[in-house]
């Protein structure tokens, strides 16, 4: 037993390191699309103190309306423009309708707030796009469908046309935000608005423009997440599901850390697929996916309460 | 518009015309008078204290200035034009730079980025070009980092420009952000209480700091202070404040001479 599981695995991934080449590059695939999620509620989090429950439901209401609008006869890349304009229209009705009303409240409220967002936009896109499952208008967009074949060390190693997409437009996209926040003032403002609302005032941040614009980023990574995982899976509900993997992300990179999200990501993306495939597979008959990443963080927390890259409180008494 | 010729202060210094007039503001809050009736104005270039004991009014004054309170009834005149109600944010975007009495700053941020957020006004690059770092964007912000790096300078502050806020003691965050406000580059500089809570060694930096500012950029400085000493010494002029209601306004010298002053902070029966 113990050979199993200390001496097996190691010794598998060794003997057909092309294998393991491949599962880490799975892992790398699911790993970046979480960064991209948790950043979306990082930024939320950060600007504004409301863990944003919605952020599940935003990727299927994105994905929802890129397929429903191509249905009415729109071309893919019009429709897409169009959706991005009805995620920006929500941000827009969010904060006036939602958090413009309730500043000041207490957190938990807010909370409560976004999780009204999300039955809202449950109902509201099974009115309008009907509860069925869809396709993703993959082909429709130009990604490409196919896949390459290497033989690294006269081994195997399948790279799917549509991963590699995926993780070059995730990867840029990470990329951009992670300049924008940085070095330019409007990125400042979003980071400085979470920290004291006071102080962001009277220095001439408008708590409105930074709401909308978080919010609209996060519609657009929610958009890019729901054709990502849209193209694997089909467009439905359940692809709401894939927002609550990035919770464990949060928990292992603190909910206040940019780059805790995305190293954060990363690491449950591969760890959580090495897992499956050497461990999980063999020893606890699979499907070990689902709940690895929630394991792994508590295993975290016990250790380090706030997270791998959060803050540490320290209390003055 | 009366009295906007500029006047010489006691050693010599010449002060410019109004810059900003209030006129006979009021604030209650529900049935509490926290400012009754009170006019006073502010001239380019001068440093002007706002006194009185505890509870006289002096920080919603303050708070009326930059906008955090709109005033029951009056005006308030900006440059020759009556100021309409307007949010915080957008006084801000004015030229109207304040600090707090309880220290707001972006903790979790550096001092350099706490001090660039003081440049947001001055932004004018649209967000796309910002997103993507793109000709007007990356101008305006090597632009700014440079009048940035200037005021760190000028507040002798390089040492701890990438230290976290948060790790800072009590007097250097409020040094940081006096440099906040600086950043700006504003028309008013609100000083809410700048010395309060420091020693006799902080106390005596941060008043050559607020003389410093306004004697190398000029700026027109508007402070409210607890410490009698320190504000007799600093200012031009001195509006002075009880319960609410104006007591006594000019220089230094003057206030300190007049009997309504000397009653309300040794104590007399109200």
């Known amino acids: ?317 | 518009m009366k009295d906007t010729e500029g006047y010489v202060t006691a050693d010599g210094r010449q002060i410019g015309g109004q810059l900003m007039e209030l006129k006979n503001i009021t604030l209650k809050f529900g049935g509490v008078t926290a400012i009754s009736d009170i006019s006073f104005d502010i001239h380019e270039g001068e440093i002007r204290a706002i006194i009185g004991p505890n509870g006289a009014g002096k920080s919603s004054m303050l708070n009326i200035i930059s906008g955090f309170y709109t005033p029951t009834e009056g005006e308030l005149w900006y440059k020759g034009e009556k100021r309409p109600a307007m949010k915080p944010y957008e006084i801000a975007r004015m030229g109207v730079a304040r600090t707090f009495q309880n220290i707001a700053l972006f903790e979790g941020m550096t001092v350099l980025d706490n001090v660039m957020t003081g440049r947001l006004t001055h932004m004018n690059a649209g967000i796309g070009a910002q997103a993507l770092w793109w000709g007007k964007a990356r101008d305006e912000e090597m632009e700014n980092r440079e009048k940035v790096e200037r005021v760190i300078d000028f507040l002798e502050i390089q040492n701890i420009r990438k230290t976290p806020v948060g790790r800072l003691p009590y007097g250097l965050k409020k040094r940081v952000e006096l440099a906040r406000a600086l950043a700006a580059e504003p028309s008013i500089l609100l000083l809410d209480e700048p010395m309060a809570g420091m020693n006799v060694e902080e106390k005596e930096d941060m008043s050559r700091f607020i003389l410093d500012v306004n004697d190398e950029f000029g700026t027109t400085i508007c402070l409210i202070e607890h410490d009698m000493g320190v504000v007799m010494d600093l200012s031009d002029r001195v509006v002075v404040m009880d319960y609410g209601k104006k007591i006594g306004d000019g220089p230094p010298d003057e206030v300190r001479n007049n009997q309504d002053v000397i009653d309300a902070y040794l104590g007399v029966p109200h």
Not at chain 1, 68 to 86: E, R
Not at chain 1, 170 to 194: E, K, P, S
């Open chain 1, 1 to 317: 037993m113990l050979k199993d599981i200390f001496v097996t695995p190691f010794a598998d991934m060794v003997a057909a390191p092309d294998f393991l080449l491949q599962v880490l590059w799975e892992g790398l695939v699911s790993g970046i699309l979480y960064a991209l999620i948790a950043l979306g509620f990082v930024l939320i989090f950060r600007s504004s103190r409301i863990f944003n429950f919605a952020q599940g439901i935003m990727v299927v209401f994105a994905a929802l309306t890129l397929v429903g609008l191509h249905s009415f006869g729109i071309p893919a890349w019009i429709a897409v423009v169009l959706t991005l304009g009805v995620m920006y229209v929500l941000a827009m009705s969010i904060e006036r309708v939602v958090l413009r009303p309730l500043v000041g409240q207490p957190d938990i409220i807010l909370f409560m707030a976004t999780i009204g967002i999300t039955l809202f936009l449950i109902g509201g896109g099974e009115i309008i796009f009907g509860g069925e499952n869809k396709v993703m208008i993959t082909e429709e967009l130009g990604i490409p469908t196919g896949d390459s074949v290497l033989e690294p060390w006269g081994g195997l190693l399948i790279l799917q046309h549509l991963d590699i997409t995926v993780v070059v437009v995730a990867a840029a996209l990470v990329a951009v935000l992670l300049a924008f926040l940085n070095y330019t003032q409007m990125g400042r403002a979003i980071r400085a608005l979470g920290d004291d609302h006071q102080a962001a005032l009277s220095v001439g941040i408008s708590l409105q423009t930074v709401w909308v614009l978080v919010w609209f980023i996060a519609g657009i990574i929610a958009l890019v997440t729901g054709i990502a995982w849209g193209a694997r899976a089909g467009v439905s509900f359940a692809l709401e599901v894939i927002a609550y993997k990035a919770l464990p992300v949060l928990m292992l990179g603190g909910l206040e850390s940019i780059t805790g999200a995305i190293i954060g990501g990363l690491m449950i993306g591969l760890l959580e697929k090495l897992f499956e495939i050497y461990w999980g597979q063999p020893l606890l008959g699979g499907n070990t996916e689902t709940w690895f990443a929630f394991v792994l963080a508590l295993v975290v927390l016990l250790f380090r309460p706030q997270g791998l890259f959060g803050e540490k409180i320290i209390e003055r008494v």
